[in-house]
């Protein structure tokens, strides 16, 4: 059904309107342009089948989209994409952004985005549901050390990682260690040599974790495997009363009531996959609905969650907290490897004294952006972003 006061308009304005029984029909073949306004923000729950039968004929003739606040069948609260959706060339919204152009999967179709001011301001909220950092913000979080700085006041940061499969995953956890600014790295773990001979300023452990010295924060999990000694590592890295970042290995080896005991702060950093073995529910749920799970899963085990992926996502359990969106990566990203280095950076980032919350969405901004530093548009290997990182830096302190 015609939006009446749409259509007048564009009579109004000179446009036609082609009948017939189909886009070929109607219009001969021939399209230069599409202007997508089927559903609007308060369109839910997919395209019904005579719109979706419409978006694909479009599609299939070339024509360039350009959708009007949001491509039509994209949630516009949460990213989901239910069916068929407009794959927009570029998207015009109006008054702010709305989480589903910038959460994937929806974020994906948006194309290039183009903010229109409609005067909204003093009717938005105070605090808005999802927020995005700027340059401004990351580099106001920061942490810059001062003329009295020694290694503890700039943060150490332990890091539980490596195994003999995975040897690599304690090189690049301690290689983003000290990149993302850590005073001195402690590591615990049968990798040793390789991060020795990689970085001969790590101070390096035999024995437990809590026999390794004094830390501000831990960093466990890349690389670890699963055997008892892995399972006790992690064990023991939860006991600590500092702040904790689980990743890859851990995430399959903690105990949840553990993590939802812990007093000190805790970040879990899964991709969907792993997100989707802590919720117990199917990857695909995680992967279509990123928004809802990761409000679940920082709710449930009581952590600060950084759920990975192209547009990556940080949420809190305390409060009406937004949960925060970065998108400065590449699809080069998607590398191995790439995440013990964000895990070893955001660690860090928690040993300097950062909260929970800013260590996570600081950590995902510079990783995206010593990523594409490094690509440049090409491939990238995991130790090319740690090594990019004071690109970075400087980009965000400029």
Known sequence: RAHESGLAALLAAGGRVAEGDGVTSAWGGHIDLVVDGITGIGGRGGLRAEAAALV??????????????????????TGEVLGDAVRADATVTFGTYKPG???????????????????????????????ALQYADVAALLPVPSSESDKYRRGVVGIVAGS?????AAVLAVSGALRGGAGAVRYVGPGAGAVIARHPETLVHAGPP????????????????????????????LAADVPVLVDADGLRLLDATAVRARTAPT???????EAAALLGVPREEVEAGRLAAVRELAARYRATVLLKGSTTLVATHTGDTPVRVNSTG?????????GDVLSGLTGSLLAAGLAPRDAA????YLHGLAARHASNGAPVAAQDVAEAMAAAWRDVRA
């Open 56 to 77: 694909r004929d479009f599609g299939a003739t070339g024509a360039a989209f350009v959708a009007v606040d949001l491509p039509s069948g994209v949630e516009a609260d």
């Open 210 to 237: 809590s026999k390794a010295g004094r830390v501000q924060a831990w960093v466990v999990g890349p690389g670890l495997g699963d055997g008892t000694e892995a399972v006790e590592a992690v064990r023991g890295v």
């Open 164 to 168: 003999a499969r995975y040897p690599g």
């Open 361 to 364: 969405s600081v950590g995902a």
């Open 267 to 273: 970040v879990l950093t899964p991709h969907a996959g």
């Open 330 to 338: 590449t699809a080069w990203l998607a590398t191995a490897g790439s």
């Open 101 to 131: 152009l910038i959460i994937d999967p929806a974020a994906d179709l948006a194309g290039a985005l183009h903010l229109v001011d409609i005067g909204l301001g003093p009717e938005l909220p105070d605090v808005p549901d999802l927020e």
